[in-house]
Protein backbone atom coordinates (compact mmCIF):
# COMPACT_ATOMS: atom_id res chain seq x y z
CA UNK A 1 0.00 0.00 0.00
CA UNK A 2 1.25 3.49 -0.97
CA UNK A 3 2.31 5.98 1.75
CA UNK A 4 1.50 9.37 2.20
CA UNK A 5 2.71 11.52 -0.30
CA UNK A 6 3.09 15.34 0.11
CA UNK A 7 3.71 17.68 -3.29
CA UNK A 8 6.19 19.57 -3.99
CA UNK A 9 9.18 18.15 -1.71
CA UNK A 10 10.94 21.57 -2.29
CA UNK A 11 10.00 25.16 -2.49
CA UNK A 12 11.32 28.67 -2.44
CA UNK A 13 8.74 31.81 -2.14
CA UNK A 14 9.17 35.40 -1.61
CA UNK A 15 8.16 37.40 1.78
CA UNK A 16 4.43 38.38 1.40
CA UNK A 17 3.22 35.64 -1.40
CA UNK A 18 1.27 32.70 -0.71
CA UNK A 19 1.93 29.04 -1.05
CA UNK A 20 0.11 25.94 -1.66
CA UNK A 21 1.00 22.67 -0.29
CA UNK A 22 -0.78 19.06 -1.05
CA UNK A 23 -1.17 15.47 0.61
CA UNK A 24 -2.08 12.52 -0.64
CA UNK A 25 -2.90 10.10 2.69
CA UNK A 26 -2.92 6.47 2.72
CA UNK A 27 -5.18 4.80 0.41
CA UNK A 28 -8.20 4.40 3.30
CA UNK A 29 -7.29 6.86 5.59
CA UNK A 30 -9.46 9.89 6.16
CA UNK A 31 -8.44 11.49 8.79
CA UNK A 32 -5.49 13.64 7.54
CA UNK A 33 -3.36 16.21 10.07
CA UNK A 34 -1.17 18.67 9.41
CA UNK A 35 2.54 19.98 11.40
CA UNK A 36 5.20 22.27 11.12
CA UNK A 37 8.77 21.38 11.95
CA UNK A 38 11.50 24.06 12.71
CA UNK A 39 14.63 23.87 14.40
CA UNK A 40 13.50 26.58 17.23
CA UNK A 41 9.84 25.05 17.86
CA UNK A 42 9.73 21.54 16.94
CA UNK A 43 6.90 19.45 15.97
CA UNK A 44 3.97 21.88 15.80
CA UNK A 45 0.31 20.85 15.07
CA UNK A 46 -1.61 23.05 12.61
CA UNK A 47 -4.72 21.55 12.03
CA UNK A 48 -6.85 17.94 11.41
CA UNK A 49 -9.30 17.58 8.76
CA UNK A 50 -11.69 14.29 8.67
CA UNK A 51 -14.74 13.57 6.17
CA UNK A 52 -14.01 17.80 4.76
CA UNK A 53 -14.34 18.89 8.40
CA UNK A 54 -11.76 20.35 10.51
CA UNK A 55 -12.14 18.65 13.43
CA UNK A 56 -9.05 20.02 15.61
CA UNK A 57 -7.05 23.13 15.27
CA UNK A 58 -3.43 24.72 16.52
CA UNK A 59 -2.48 28.10 17.51
CA UNK A 60 -1.23 29.53 14.41
CA UNK A 61 -2.68 32.69 12.66
CA UNK A 62 -5.38 32.94 9.79
CA UNK A 63 -2.74 33.38 7.31
CA UNK A 64 -2.66 29.43 7.89
CA UNK A 65 -5.59 27.45 6.77
CA UNK A 66 -6.53 23.67 4.97
CA UNK A 67 -9.22 22.06 3.51
CA UNK A 68 -9.86 18.60 2.64
CA UNK A 69 -11.44 17.15 -0.54
CA UNK A 70 -14.02 14.35 -1.09
CA UNK A 71 -11.17 12.06 -1.72
CA UNK A 72 -9.56 12.58 1.66
CA UNK A 73 -6.84 14.36 0.02
CA UNK A 74 -6.22 17.56 1.18
CA UNK A 75 -4.05 20.97 0.84
CA UNK A 76 -2.32 23.69 3.28
CA UNK A 77 -2.53 27.09 2.28
CA UNK A 78 -0.11 29.80 3.99
CA UNK A 79 -1.00 33.49 2.83
CA UNK A 80 1.34 36.42 3.13
CA UNK A 81 4.67 34.39 3.99
CA UNK A 82 7.34 35.66 6.53
CA UNK A 83 10.56 34.43 6.92
CA UNK A 84 9.57 32.50 9.82
CA UNK A 85 6.84 30.16 8.10
CA UNK A 86 10.34 29.05 6.61
CA UNK A 87 9.72 25.06 7.64
CA UNK A 88 9.27 21.33 6.98
CA UNK A 89 5.77 20.55 6.57
CA UNK A 90 4.52 17.42 7.39
CA UNK A 91 1.30 15.92 6.59
CA UNK A 92 0.08 12.67 8.46
CA UNK A 93 -2.78 10.26 7.55
CA UNK A 94 -5.00 7.71 9.63
CA UNK A 95 -8.04 6.00 9.82
CA UNK A 96 -9.19 7.68 12.73
CA UNK A 97 -12.86 8.19 12.50
CA UNK A 98 -13.42 9.74 16.74
CA UNK A 99 -11.46 11.39 19.34
CA UNK A 100 -9.69 8.07 20.94
CA UNK A 101 -10.00 5.60 18.52
CA UNK A 102 -6.47 3.26 19.03
CA UNK A 103 -4.82 4.87 15.47
CA UNK A 104 -1.44 5.90 14.51
CA UNK A 105 -0.47 8.74 12.14
CA UNK A 106 1.89 7.83 9.31
CA UNK A 107 3.63 10.87 7.95
CA UNK A 108 4.29 12.06 4.55
CA UNK A 109 7.94 12.74 3.62
CA UNK A 110 7.21 16.60 4.14
CA UNK A 111 7.30 19.41 1.56
CA UNK A 112 10.66 21.70 2.64
CA UNK A 113 9.43 25.85 2.47
CA UNK A 114 11.65 28.27 2.37
CA UNK A 115 10.82 31.57 2.66
CA UNK A 116 13.26 34.63 1.17
CA UNK B 1 -2.62 20.52 27.87
CA UNK B 2 -0.26 17.97 27.54
CA UNK B 3 3.37 17.93 27.22
CA UNK B 4 6.01 15.67 26.44
CA UNK B 5 9.86 15.85 27.28
CA UNK B 6 12.92 14.09 25.94
CA UNK B 7 15.48 15.28 28.79
CA UNK B 8 18.70 14.57 26.62
CA UNK B 9 19.65 16.22 23.14
CA UNK B 10 21.91 13.99 22.41
CA UNK B 11 22.76 10.35 22.78
CA UNK B 12 25.90 8.49 21.64
CA UNK B 13 26.55 4.94 21.84
CA UNK B 14 28.73 1.96 20.23
CA UNK B 15 27.79 -0.09 17.87
CA UNK B 16 26.70 -3.38 19.46
CA UNK B 17 25.57 -1.70 22.93
CA UNK B 18 22.64 -0.69 24.50
CA UNK B 19 20.78 2.12 23.52
CA UNK B 20 17.98 4.04 25.97
CA UNK B 21 16.34 7.20 24.93
CA UNK B 22 14.32 8.53 27.84
CA UNK B 23 10.44 10.67 27.40
CA UNK B 24 8.42 12.02 30.48
CA UNK B 25 4.74 12.91 29.68
CA UNK B 26 2.19 15.14 31.12
CA UNK B 27 -1.88 14.71 30.07
CA UNK B 28 -4.87 14.78 31.94
CA UNK B 29 -6.63 11.24 31.86
CA UNK B 30 -5.23 7.69 29.90
CA UNK B 31 -2.48 8.61 27.26
CA UNK B 32 -1.67 6.90 23.60
CA UNK B 33 2.39 7.18 23.34
CA UNK B 34 4.26 6.80 20.36
CA UNK B 35 7.90 6.70 19.20
CA UNK B 36 8.89 8.03 15.84
CA UNK B 37 12.24 8.09 13.80
CA UNK B 38 13.08 10.45 11.61
CA UNK B 39 16.35 10.32 9.12
CA UNK B 40 17.71 13.44 7.34
CA UNK B 41 15.74 14.97 4.71
CA UNK B 42 12.92 12.50 5.70
CA UNK B 43 9.39 12.51 7.60
CA UNK B 44 8.63 10.73 10.61
CA UNK B 45 9.02 6.92 10.55
CA UNK B 46 6.74 5.14 13.10
CA UNK B 47 8.51 2.69 15.44
CA UNK B 48 5.90 1.84 18.18
CA UNK B 49 2.85 2.74 20.17
CA UNK B 50 1.57 2.40 23.52
CA UNK B 51 -2.38 2.02 23.74
CA UNK B 52 -3.16 -0.28 26.93
CA UNK B 53 -1.82 -3.58 28.92
CA UNK B 54 1.39 -5.03 29.21
CA UNK B 55 3.82 -2.45 29.59
CA UNK B 56 6.45 -3.68 27.63
CA UNK B 57 5.65 -3.02 23.88
CA UNK B 58 7.92 -4.05 20.88
CA UNK B 59 8.12 -2.24 17.76
CA UNK B 60 9.74 -2.33 14.45
CA UNK B 61 13.44 -2.99 14.09
CA UNK B 62 14.43 -4.27 17.10
CA UNK B 63 13.04 -1.07 19.33
CA UNK B 64 11.04 -1.49 22.53
CA UNK B 65 9.33 0.76 24.92
CA UNK B 66 8.64 0.60 28.47
CA UNK B 67 5.54 2.45 30.14
CA UNK B 68 5.71 3.45 33.70
CA UNK B 69 2.61 5.09 34.90
CA UNK B 70 3.87 5.82 37.94
CA UNK B 71 7.17 7.47 36.51
CA UNK B 72 4.88 8.77 33.47
CA UNK B 73 7.94 7.67 31.51
CA UNK B 74 7.82 5.76 28.27
CA UNK B 75 11.66 4.87 27.55
CA UNK B 76 12.61 3.58 24.11
CA UNK B 77 15.32 1.04 24.13
CA UNK B 78 17.01 -1.89 21.79
CA UNK B 79 19.28 -4.23 23.11
CA UNK B 80 22.11 -3.68 20.18
CA UNK B 81 22.51 -0.92 18.42
CA UNK B 82 23.36 -0.57 14.56
CA UNK B 83 25.16 2.15 12.97
CA UNK B 84 21.94 2.39 10.74
CA UNK B 85 20.10 3.46 13.99
CA UNK B 86 21.85 6.79 14.13
CA UNK B 87 18.52 9.21 13.61
CA UNK B 88 16.54 12.12 15.23
CA UNK B 89 14.32 10.22 17.47
CA UNK B 90 10.73 12.07 18.74
CA UNK B 91 8.17 10.56 21.81
CA UNK B 92 4.55 11.65 21.32
CA UNK B 93 1.78 11.87 23.24
CA UNK B 94 -2.30 11.80 22.40
CA UNK B 95 -5.03 12.05 24.81
CA UNK B 96 -7.53 9.23 24.70
CA UNK B 97 -10.27 12.10 23.74
CA UNK B 98 -7.86 14.57 20.94
CA UNK B 99 -6.53 14.06 17.60
CA UNK B 100 -3.72 15.69 18.79
CA UNK B 101 -0.24 14.71 18.83
CA UNK B 102 2.01 16.48 20.77
CA UNK B 103 6.00 15.99 20.27
CA UNK B 104 9.10 15.91 22.57
CA UNK B 105 11.52 17.94 21.77
CA UNK B 106 13.76 15.25 19.80
CA UNK B 107 17.19 13.29 20.50
CA UNK B 108 19.97 12.49 18.54
CA UNK B 109 21.43 9.01 18.42
CA UNK B 110 24.76 8.38 17.04
CA UNK B 111 25.64 4.93 17.15
CA UNK B 112 29.63 4.63 16.41
CA UNK B 113 31.05 1.93 14.62
Known amino acids: KAGVTQTPRYLIKTRGQQVTLSCSPI?????VSWYQQTPGQGLQFLFE???????NKGNFPGRFSGRQFSNSRSEMNVSTLELGDSALYLC???????????????FGPGTRLTVL | AQSVAQPEDQVNVAEGNPLTVKCTYSVSGNPYLFWYVQYPNRGLQFLLKYITGDNLVKGSYGFEAEFNKSQTSFHLKKPSALVSDSALYFC???????????FGAGTTVTVRA
Open chain 2, 92 to 102: AVRPINDYKLS
Open chain 1, 92 to 106: ASSLASWAGEKDTQY
Open chain 1, 49 to 55: YFSETQR
Open chain 1, 27 to 31: SGHRS
